[in-house]
């Protein structure tokens, strides 16, 4: 059974750095591309980017270029997507999501709570 | 403002049968890119619906169902079920001057009467 576990709800300060995961299971991890797709309270989805396990290569939206950093470590099946200084806006839902090549999102994980408050 | 619009809310009552549509233009749907929707129930991550414009992915009931035309796309569900509310988004791939980019639309809210 194909699954991404991501890691738990976070709550930082505006200025603090943060790496949130994604850990897939039950397919052959380097095969697929991982995305990122990040949701604003009461808001719509938006695609952050994504990333090629197998030879990490990476896309960006033009929209969260050099706002975040999207990474994976195969060795461990886990993608990581980052932020070195975070700001209130960034509060939201994130989810991660395998990517199949027409680029629909098949499977999701359970998102990733992230609040920035000070 | 999302690069595919579509409309804020819908509603239809049991047995009925509700449209979305997702409008987009020539740098996205227009241009032949494939359209997938997500089914997002309330608290729960969004789920794929309909991928390449018209297939279910096994489990979806066959109460849904997608097509595409032109600059436009839309989802059907019929036999609408209390179940079925939920929030649903239209996804595609843009590729204006601003570059390469997956899209979505804003989300429609459908409301089972």
């Known amino acids: 059974e194909v699954q991404l576990v991501q890691s738990g709800a976070e709550v930082k300060k505006p200025g603090e750095s943060l790496k949130i995961s994604c850990k897939g299971s039950?397919?052959?991890?380097?095969?697929?591309?991982i995305g990122w797709v990040r949701q604003m309270p009461g808001k719509g989805l938006e695609w952050m980017g994504i990333?090629?396990?197998?030879?990490?290569?990476?896309r960006y939206s033009p929209s969260f270029q050099g706002q975040v950093t999207i990474s994976a470590d195969k060795s461990i099946s886990t993608a990581y997507l980052q932020w070195s200084s975070l700001k209130a806006s960034d509060t939201a839902m994130y989810y991660c999501?395998?990517?199949?090549?027409?680029?629909?999102?098949?499977?999701w994980g359970q998102g990733t709570l992230v609040t920035v408050s000070s | 403002q999302s690069v595919l619009t579509q409309p804020p809310s819908v509603s239809g009552a049991p047995g009925q049968r509700v449209t979305i549509s997702c409008t987009g233009s020539?740098?996205?749907?227009?241009?032949?890119?494939?359209v997938h929707w997500y089914q997002q129930l309330p608290g729960t991550a969004p789920k794929l619906l309909i991928y390449?414009?018209?297939n279910r992915p096994s489990g979806v009931p066959d109460r849904f169902s997608g097509s595409k035309s032109g600059t436009s796309a839309s989802l059907a569900i019929t036999g609408l079920q209390a179940e079925d509310e939920a929030d649903y988004y239209c996804?595609?791939?843009?590729?204006?001057?601003?570059?390469?980019?997956?899209?979505f639309g804003g989300g429609t809210k459908l409301t089972v009467l």
């Open positions: 996804q595609s791939y843009d590729s204006s001057l601003s570059g390469p980019n997956v899209v």
């Open positions: 039950g397919y052959s991890f380097t095969s697929y591309w």
């Open positions: 990333i090629y396990p197998g030879d990490s290569d990476t």
């Open positions: 999501v395998r990517c199949m090549l027409t680029l629909e999102f098949d499977y």
């Open positions: 020539s740098s996205n749907i227009g241009a032949g890119y494939d």
């Open positions: 390449g414009n018209s």
